[in-house]
């Protein structure tokens, strides 16, 4: 699919009423011209969240949360950017056009289709299968919970699910991954003699399936999953994220577990926050995912030394992604358990103490790397700091690796960029902190133009822009600049979702809001052009002057290089 329209997206923002969106989530009272409610992004006891209609906005005067009903709708229901105009879309009963730009993508809403069918066909399935039921029965599943999970059947038949899903052509269903093709070119449905498991994305879409093997002779994995597809990415997916946002509007915390019958039987126990993931390691963009709805991840692993492992393959993925506010720990389970295993034996109650008492994992990585250390001895806490260093610096910037590298100073007695610390092994440090909002007078000017016409980059001469993408100092302005970059087909309410729910997403509102006298593009686009000509010119002069600075306080052949260098690369501001 190609990118959004903006005139749609403002055409739909134009038909919207803002009021209707939030009342429909919250309690509105009338204030005046405006409504006020109890605000939904912090705890308070006075109403400070006010709605315009005139204005078709809100604002949060406790804790600074503004925006359009397009990035309330991200907020609140925590959708990604597209879902949220999908589903404004749907209110006013319009469909959302795609422009054309970039390689085509395929639609797959008949994948979807052919999903949702074979979901309906293995539940049929599992209806008329007294021993399935009996099976998961046996494992204290009820009725109400195979069926908020869609649980389903595939009989021990070669053709079944292919004879009743007929009527789709067999390469959809190949490409659906339902049937597969050996090397003689015979073909048969995948999923055969299993308990089935549909997984759904966030939206509640059919995207493909875990079957668990049935019965004492069954044949294959005790876990079989649909290969990767147009529609399913094993590396991107949580099994039980779309069943958990349905049960519970506020996700305070989310609960990984292993595997499809642990997230359901938690479920079954009135514990409704845990997913899976689907065979694979927990990934990056898995809890890039996790942390779009909720701020704490407690990863569930066996004790053994395979959980370990597996536990520190989880905590290099997110590391990355700890950004400020995120929390991670990891719990253990007693030796031959399983969250299925163990809520059952124990109980609710007994389960969530354990959850709630899960190791931090920053203390879980100070522990394992100063395993066998002893950090009395002075060569062994250095040894501990260039282990831990590389670590420590791929979480961004923030109060969690200031506490990490306090952290590292205190078992160590040496600070993250100390001698000790300086390894070219390990991951590099990571770009700036994106939450940040650092924006000068000048910034702050051409950011309100870029955010009114992001094609406004595109203007610039390509020396200037290249000079902007390679800028050294990321303040939010340049940080626009290379996602745009990235992103070149974005446009303003992508740019505002791309920082929802930071510190600089409250200044690019602040910036949107405030009233600008030029309205026609062409002149935006000058004013643009113009102003980055000044930043560049202003931060070549700012060098210089360090590197002089730096000639005069030490004058080295390397700072005079510096300086001349700076010299060379600073022309045309007019200053000699």
């Known amino acids: ?21 939030i009342d429909a989530r919250l309690t509105l009272k009338k204030a ?13 006891k006075t109403p400070s969240f006010s709605v315009a209609p005139d204005k078709q906005f809100y604002h ?57 069918e074979a979901s309906r066909h293995f539940r049929k399935c599992l209806k008329a299968s007294p021993e399935a039921i009996e099976y998961l029965r046996g494992r204290g599943l009820s009725g109400e919970v195979a069926r908020d999970f869609g649980i389903g059947f595939a009989p021990d038949a070669w053709d079944g699910l292919r ?23 015979r073909v048969y449905d ?32 005790k876990y079989l999953n649909s290969p990767e597809t147009e529609v399913f990415h094993k590396g991107r997916e949580l099994y039980g994220l779309y069943e958990a946002r349905r049960a519970l509007r506020r996700l305070d915390r989310l609960l990984v577990v292993e595997g499809y019958m642990d997230v359901v039987a938690l479920a079954q126990a009135g514990i409704a926050n845990a997913v899976a993931t689907l065979g694979t390691s927990a990934t990056p963009d898995h809890f890039r995912k996790l942390y779009r709805y909720t701020e704490e991840v407690v990863c569930c692993f066996d004790g053994d030394n395979a959980g370990r492992q597996a536990a520190w393959r989880a905590l290099e993925s997110a590391l990355p992604v700890l950004e400020e506010g995120r929390q991670l720990r990891f719990m253990f389970l007693p030796e031959g358990e399983d969250p299925d295993s163990l809520v059952r034996a124990r109980g609710r109650e007994a389960f969530e103490r354990m959850v709630a008492g899960a190791e931090p994992a920053v203390e879980y990585l100070f522990h394992r790397l100063s395993d066998g250390l002893d950090l009395r001895n002075l060569d062994h806490r250095a040894r501990l700091a260039s282990l831990a260093a590389p670590y420590v610096r791929q979480v961004p910037e923030g ?5 990490m590298a306090g952290r590292l100073e205190q078992l160590t007695g040496l600070t993250l960029d100390g001698p000790a610390a300086r390894t070219p092994a390990g991951p590099p440090a990571p ?43 990321e303040d ?9 970059d990235d992103n070149p087909e974005a446009d303003t309410a992508e740019i505002l979702g791309r920082w929802a729910g930071t510190e600089a997403h409250r200044v690019l509102v602040e910036l949107l809001r405030q009233p600008s006298a030029l309205a026609d593009a062409a002149a935006i686009q000058g004013e643009f052009t113009d102003g980055v000509t000044r930043f560049l010119a202003l931060g070549r002069r700012a060098e210089r002057r360090r590197a002089l600075a730096e000639v005069h306080q030490a004058p080295s052949r390397e700072n005079f290089e510096r300086y001349w260098s700076a010299l060379k690369h600073g022309g045309g501001d007019g200053e000699s």
């Open 1 to 21: 699919m190609g990118r959004i329209p903006q005139s749609f997206i403002n055409d739909l923002l134009g038909r919207v009423d803002i009021v209707d969106v």
């Open 32 to 44: 005046g011209k405006n409504y006020q409610a109890l605000c939904p992004f912090h705890n308070e």
């Open 60 to 116: 949060c005067f406790g804790c600074g949360a503004s925006g359009t009903a397009l990035t309330f709708l991200m907020e609140f229901d925590r959708l990604e950017f597209v879902e949220a105009v999908e589903t404004l879309a749907r209110l006013v009963g319009v469909e959302v056009p795609r422009e054309g730009g970039g390689r085509p993508q395929r639609d797959h809403t008949d994948l979807f289709e052919v999903l949702g």
């Open 163 to 185: 004879k009743a899903l007929s009527r789709h052509p067999e390469g959809k269903l190949l490409e659906a991954g339902l049937l597969i093709r050996n090397d003689s070119g």
């Open 190 to 221: 995948r999923f055969r003699g299993r308990i089935m498991f549909p997984i759904r994305d966030t939206r509640g879409r059919f995207i493909g399936f875990g079957g668990r093997v049935f019965g004492s002779d069954g044949n294959g994995p």
């Open 399 to 403: 109060v969690l690796r200031a506490l």
């Open 431 to 473: 770009p700036q902190n994106a939450g940040e909002a650092r924006v000068s007078a000048l910034s702050r000017r051409l950011l309100g133009l870029l955010l009114r016409h992001p094609e406004a980059l595109l203007c610039v001469p390509t020396a200037d822009r290249a000079a902007l993408s390679s800028w050294p100092n």
């Open 476 to 484: 939010l302005f340049i940080q626009v600049v290379k996602y745009l």
